[in-house]
Nanobody
Framework: QLQLVESGGDLVQPGGSLRLSCAAS????????IGWFRQAPGKEREGVSC????????NYADSVKGRFTISRDNAKNTVYLQMNSLKPEDTAIYYC???????????????????WGQGTQVTVSS
């Protein structure tokens, strides 16, 4: 089974930056669409961003567009989420997920993914 591990979450001040990483083991990510999701306390899980297996296509939620950037390095078997200009409302547990058989236009839907990491906490507070 594909294993995913997120890292990079931290406590940062508003306006700060973080880079999250999603590292895979057991299998390569070459054939997987990867999505980043987040869940804030008392809130439903929401899609943040996703990237196609080749890295040629990306999508972003309106709330993060222009501030977050998703990328992947298949040689390192790792996907990244660069988060800039962080706001308190970005506070959440962030999860990465992998799906081998989904339409890219559906990549913002958590139900389309087969594998999930354990999550990493991002807290934006002064």
């Amino acid at each position: 089974q594909l294993q995913l591990v997120e890292s990079g979450g931290d406590l940062v001040q508003p306006g700060g930056s973080l880079r999250l990483s999603c590292a895979a083991s057991r299998f390569t990510l070459d054939y997987y669409t990867i999505g980043w999701f987040r869940q804030a306390p008392g809130k439903e899980r929401e899609g943040v961003s996703c990237i196609s297996s080749s890295g040629g296509s990306t999508n972003y939620a309106d709330s993060v567009k222009g501030r977050f950037t998703i990328s992947r390095d298949n040689a390192k078997n790792t996907v990244y989420l660069q988060m800039n200009s962080l706001k308190p409302e970005d506070t959440a547990i962030y999860y990465c997920a992998a799906g081998p058989r989904l339409l890219f236009r559906l990549c913002v839907l958590f139900g389309e993914y087969d594998y999930w990491g354990q999550g990493t906490q991002v807290t934006v507070s002064s």
